[in-house]
């Protein structure tokens, strides 16, 4: 009867299998990133090995596995723990996993921990990896520095060797700020120079403890048109190279009418260091005591299911708000069809309620950026 009144439940809220599994090696970051929206990145936890098997048990008992799940290692900076971590973590996910689930390690760092060593173990056990760098040496030095203001251009490239030395596969994420966007060739060439597979953009957002941005005038508008018409236009003169999220995403009708897995509970699951869970987000997670709600963490892996946090007055507020918000989206949105409704944390800091619908990341990464790829596609 219980698993019966769980799978009505579930079909009810519109809850999917999990999508990605966000794990926090530790909130600590070497960086100090100008655009960072962390507020704890000097904490110097570390994630807790014996959480492994709570967390496999939890999502088998709680109905949340497919045939295969992404395990995400991120934020701060994950190579920060030490190779001797990831080699201890890797046994313990594939020692603990469910026998017939296929689990894909990945991480997103900044680069300039990669050693020989630990590039020879991501080749070793097929990690996936994504490597924030934002452009050429002066762009990315001007947001992308230690505390000690210094740039980490050298460092992240020193990494990005290591990688092509053990014929490691990567992909970049950059973050766009106005200082990058009047150089759409020469950060085109950089990344073809690269030999990176795949390319993704953010803009710089007002989010988490960052509450300015300089990608939000009229003049950064046109900044960003231009510089995407250029890049999306280089992308295909140069046969398409590599691949870019933003390109692929407009561009493909399989996108169309598909439910973005930031507006349904569990499609993304993030768990901190301690074994508290959050879902919807990854960046709600360090966020404490917001004007409308007391916080973003449903509840720890170790002593409750994740699917009981159904149940939970705070959780369905906050999920009801959402849902209302992504209505609100199909209503008034005609980008809605792309898009879903998403970004409902860019919602949260930039409205400041999840029930609203455009905001300046959207007008941005989901609305000009779609006009701009179908009318160069077309």
Known sequence: MECLFYFILMSALQVYPIQCLTVQATPFCNLD????YLPNRTQKDRF??????????????????????YWDWHAGEPLVPGLEFYKETTRAILKHKPRNLEVNIGMQTNGTLITDEVA????????????SIDGPEDIH????????????????LNGIKMLHKHKVPFHVISVLSKNSLSHPEEMYNFYLNLGTTGVAFNIEEVEGVHSSSTVNNDETGELFENFFHTFFEKHLENDEPFQIREWNKFVSQKRLNQVNGTTVPFAHLTIDTNGNFSTFSPELITIENHKRHP????GNIKDELIIDCLNKPHFREIYHEIKSGVS????????????????VSNKLFENGSFNSSTTMACRYMEQKLCDIARGIAI
């Open 295 to 298: 916080g973003f963490i449903f």
């Open 120 to 131: 020879k173990f991501f080749k070793k056990k097929g990690f996936r990896i994504g490597v």
């Open 328 to 343: 609100l989206c199909k209503k008034t949105c005609s980008y809605f069809r792309s898009c879903g409704g998403g970004m």
């Open 33 to 36: 990133c100008k655009y960072c």
């Open 48 to 69: 807790d090995i014996e959480l492994i098997p709570h967390i496999f048990r939890n999502l088998t008992q709680s109905n949340l596995l497919s045939d295969s799940l």
């Open 141 to 156: 030095n001007h947001n992308r520095v230690y505390r000690n203001k210094k740039g980490s251009f050298r460092d992240c």
